[in-house]
């Protein structure tokens, strides 16, 4: 099979999973997105692994060998994820990112206090 | 134990009772008032063991190298002359009495602990510059001196007037003490040593090369610590200060220790014929400028204050003639009846309510109110005044019997200019004398109005000291004037008839003038309602003072002074009354040349600070600030933002990038 099916295919599904980052409201689904990227990266590394094994007689397969640590650590990483996502929703009754938004900068001495949070939450 | 050993103690007693007091103050409140009474005590009967085995004989002498410093070595040494040892035994009766009568003056003082362990070291610092013999030990007694009195005379810092006052004694003191520290580099450069002896040896053998410019340095600094004119101002401010402490700066300690060193290193004064007339002129001027200022005075603590003045000015006369054994004479009977006066004022300040003399001449009775308070302060008046056979007379007479020898020329390195200015100087300063005390004494014991107030005995304390300092006041002088020149140095002390009968005449006519004149302005009393009491009479005796420190300048618009007609120093004095009152205007003359010239200054720096290098500093801050204000909008707190800008950062580097690798 030629490289270029598969390494179009991963760009594919990086670019969807980008999309999802970028525009997806609910925070599972931008999770679920950078899931799409990080498997759009693991078809690159086994595909070139492969591409490589056979052009350059690369034998020791460091392309699978990352893939599976990235399986690995995005399982970790999604139920951290999932796990914060969870939190958030129980202390606020919403995972929409968009009016998670604590950290925005306020105007010269405006402390974070519980009515501006909530002023930005409603205005968000 | 040796004579030295028993010296060493004399200092040493009172400085461990202060370090103790100040250790122990909180945590053992019953041990402070055993370890205030007993060191003086204690010191006291070693400096008379010391006086009496040193008897008067030749000096004695012990040092030891404190530390090699290279050059003029510092030793610890100790000097006991017939000066020292009768000088250590006032000192330390004077301290004595002083910490008796404050275990019941400030009977209730949150403060106490702290005040009597100041008092200690204060005892214990004049004792030093009284017993050793290296200047740069004298020295550190000397400083020692000045930042308790600091302390002391800020004790009700609560009040404004004591906090001025207490600055200003540490700054006119320190402004005194920088020319003297010179002064004591520059003599002990020529003589190779602080040790006095040595530094007598080197001016006895004429290895002084600049005496007058020594002698004039030192002088500085005895003005300053001796309250002589022009460093005197601090003196009467720091009556601000409770009366023992009053007592303790004016009888003993401090103002005393300007005239001791004189009297100690008088050989190098005397060695300049120009030091000798600048000491002759600044007695002369002290004495009677005090004297008309104390005629003037309302508060009863400034009469006294400015008395003291006068009476050091008399000291510092007898210096200027050359003859340092009346100078110490006098200092000894001064220290034990201006004690006695100052304790006694405490007790009328505490009974009567009030310091003003003008408030305490329209109260009737008082004297029946403290008996103890008016016969002793009746003998201290008198042997203030001169009267024989008080202690004052004769002390004061052997001071212008000297005077009246130098005034001839018959006194070796004394211009006999210097003899004539003090001796005229003396005499105008006993009619100011006897008029300031018979004012004094019937302004506050022989009042009409309305009944003093009657607040119960005084405390056993208080009284039976001033018995005990009015023994001295009466009888020392008398006892031993025929003794005291075998201690020092074999001058007489007698008084001579022309002096004692010109003294005592003008001291009568000044007492006499002062009665006949306050017969008839006391007519005026009635007419003239003034007074104004204490807030709180029952409290203990610092507080009602304290009060009415604080309520003088309210009440009668001046700290000197009180809008009373019935007063005869108003009508003695004339128009010079309002000047006196105002101590002739040398606040006011320090205010234009220092105080203001150095506020100009400060405002300056001030305004070079704030408006000059602020400016570049604030500009300077400005344009980060503005940068961060743009940078600070990107930051809405939505992450999904973020990361856009961080995908579009990253796609144009990935296309720079490309193209600078395909060389586009």
Redesign the interface.
Known sequence: MHLVYPAVLSALLFCTG?YG???RRNAILVLMSVELMLNAVNLNLVAFDVWLSRAARDTLHSGQALTLFTIAIAAAEIGIGLAIVLAVYRNRGTSD??K??????RPDGAEPGPAAAEK?EATA | MTTTTLAVLVPLLPFLGAAAGLLLGRTAPGFVRPLAVLPPLASLVLAALVAVRQGGGPAVDAHTELTPTGSVPVELALHIDGFAALVAILVAFVASCVQIYSTGYLRDDPRYPSYAALVSLFTSAMLLVVYSGDLIVLLVGWEVMGICSYFLVGHYWETPEARAASLKAFLVTKLGDVPFLIGLFALATDAGSFRVTRVLGTVASGGLHHPTVVALLLLAGVAGKSAQFPLHTWLPDAMAGPTPVSALIHAATMVAAGVYFVARLLPVFEASGAAMLVLAVMAAVTMTGSGLAALAQDDIKRVLAYSTVGQLGYMTGALAVGDRGAAVFHLLSHGAFKALLFLAAGVVIHAAGTNSLAALSRMRGLRDRVPDAYWTMTVALLALAAIPPFSGFFSKESVLGAAEHAAGGHTAHVPGAAGLLVLVAGLVTAVLTAAYATRLWLLAFHGRGAEAPDHGRQPLTMTVVLWVLAIPSLAFGGLAYRTLPGWFDGRTLTPTALTSVLGTGLAVVGGLLTYGVWQRTTRNLVSTPLGAVAAHPGADAGRVEAEAIATHTPAYGDIARAPDPADPGRVLLGPLHRHAAAGFHLDAVYSALFVRPVRAGASLVRFLDREVVDTYVGAAAALPRLLGAAVRRAQTGNVQTYVSALLAGTVVLAVAVVLVATGA
Do not use: G, Q, S
Request: without cysteine.
């Open positions: 980008l980052v970028l525009a990112i968009d998670l938004r604590d950290t925005a900068e930005t």
